[in-house]
């Protein structure tokens, strides 16, 4: 017995390739598709000998003692094509991951956020996989606020009144708007990836016009002005561990504001003369199609950056600075990356103390390169191409607008004609 579509066939076969010990064979599931030309087999619990399954599975009318056993395989292969069907067009990866899970599986919150986390982790976005790993505790303490359990909480229940009760959640416990915003975009993007694969219909979408508005927050423009930039750059280091984290720091800065994780993959065939060329880490996986090569010319302080850290091996595939030398491992390299970033952010932090100027980190190295070359007359497309932005909304976010010296050399300037 079979069953056949137009492009798909699915049938419980004896795999006959090698007999067990006690003479019998496996049964499995065959799913053939003839566009492509693919057939995969699948294990079901089930073994029999080949007259076994002949008068179980083969025959028009089996005898009454292998009804329930003919019926659990109707039940396997039933299961299956509702399965298939579902897919169009048909996808084996998409039909295992529907076919071994439990039913509610597909809508359920906890293990939608699980299958989006292992799938970043495959990709080495081990930032973006932990960001929805804290959302998802997030859910969790308001589920359990509502003594409800965040393992039952399904799709269906996130409505706009859900959303709505746990944004104000949220903020009677203090956090801020940004922080709703953050967590409930990794939500929104879950929604996405189950109407696409089907798993629920885009009625039940509680984003939009006349639902739910995710909150969009300005946010704090994080760059310095030219004097403090000069006040830090000259600040004197009490310690070893305060002049290297100024040194990656204005290393950052002076190099179209690359950030930490980018400096630390650098390798020495990135590195020509007074240039460096490399793709941005962060872009590699999600814009394969549209790559962009990001190429920074070194000036004088950023070669001696080089020089002064620069790891022994000049071979071409190994790192230029040696923090993470040796390291393979996504997720060790993850915590290299982010333990470095936090050493630059906590000794520059006590420069900045020391010095009366804002309190900053590695982030505002990226913000003030940008604010910088528009303040000296730079256009806006100069600086997203040296970001490597794809989109000009996101440049001009890192733009901490002009001034007040500025607009005040503007007004004196805008009636002089000569």
């Known amino acids: 017995m079979s069953k056949v579509s137009v492009d798909n066939t699915i049938s419980m076969v004896l795999d006959k390739r090698r007999k067990k010990k006690n003479g019998k064979y496996p049964v499995k599931l065959r799913v053939f598709t003839s566009t492509p030309r693919k057939q995969k087999l699948y294990n079901t619990r089930f073994e029999f000998s080949e007259e076994e399954f002949s008068s179980i599975w083969e025959t028009v009318r089996p005898r009454a003692k292998y009804k329930q056993t003919r019926k659990m395989l109707q039940a396997i292969e039933q299961n299956a094509w509702s399965v298939a069907n579902e897919l169009e067009p048909f996808d084996f990866e998409l039909f295992e991951k529907k076919l071994f899970r439990k039913r509610r599986d597909g809508t359920n919150v906890s293990y939608l ?29 308001f589920c359990e606020s509502e003594k409800k359990k965040i393992e039952e909480l399904s799709l269906f229940e996130v409505n706009t009144n859900w959303l709505n009760r746990y944004e104000h959640y949220m903020v009677e416990q203090g956090k801020s708007l940004t922080t709703v915003s953050i967590y409930i975009r990794t939500l929104k993007t879950i929604f996405n990836k189950a109407i696409e694969e089907k798993e629920i219909e885009s009625g039940y979408f509680p984003f939009g016009k006349g639902k739910y508005i995710v909150p969009k927050v300005s946010n704090k423009k994080k760059a310095l ?44 065939k990135d590195l020509d003369d007074d240039k460096i060329t490399f793709y941005r880490a962060k872009t590699i996986s999600t814009s394969k199609g549209n790559l962009k090569k990001i190429t920074v010319y070194l000036n004088e302080f950023a ?74 007359g730079g256009s ?13 909304n996101t440049t001009k976010a890192y733009f901490a607008g002009f001034d007040d010296d500025t607009k005040k050399d503007f007004a004196d300037q805008i009636m002089n004609f000569g």
């Open 113 to 141: 956020y699980g299958e989006r986390i292992k799938e970043l982790r495959s990709m080495d976005k081990i930032s973006t996989a932990n960001n929805y790993g804290i959302a998802l505790k997030s859910f969790g303490r």
């Open 225 to 268: 002005t030219k004097e403090q930039l000069k006040q830090l750059f000259e600040a004197r280091p009490k310690s070893p561990q305060e002049e290297k984290a100024k040194d990656f720091w204005f290393f950052s800065f002076a190099c179209n504001g690359i950030n930490i994780k980018d400096i630390l993959l650098l390798k020495n």
């Open 303 to 376: 070669k001696e950056i080089i020089d002064k850290y620069r790891s022994k091996s000049l071979a071409p595939n190994d790192l230029v600075f040696s923090i993470l030398e040796g390291e393979q491992d996504p997720i060790k390299q993850h915590t290299k990356i982010k333990n470095f970033t936090r050493f630059i952010n906590q000794h520059i932090r006590k420069i900045c103390e020391e010095h009366d100027l804002p309190i900053i980190s590695t982030y505002w190295a990226r913000h003030s390169f940008a604010t910088t070359v528009i303040r000296k």
């Open 380 to 392: 806006m497309e100069f600086v997203q191409e040296s970001l490597g932005h794809s989109s000009m």
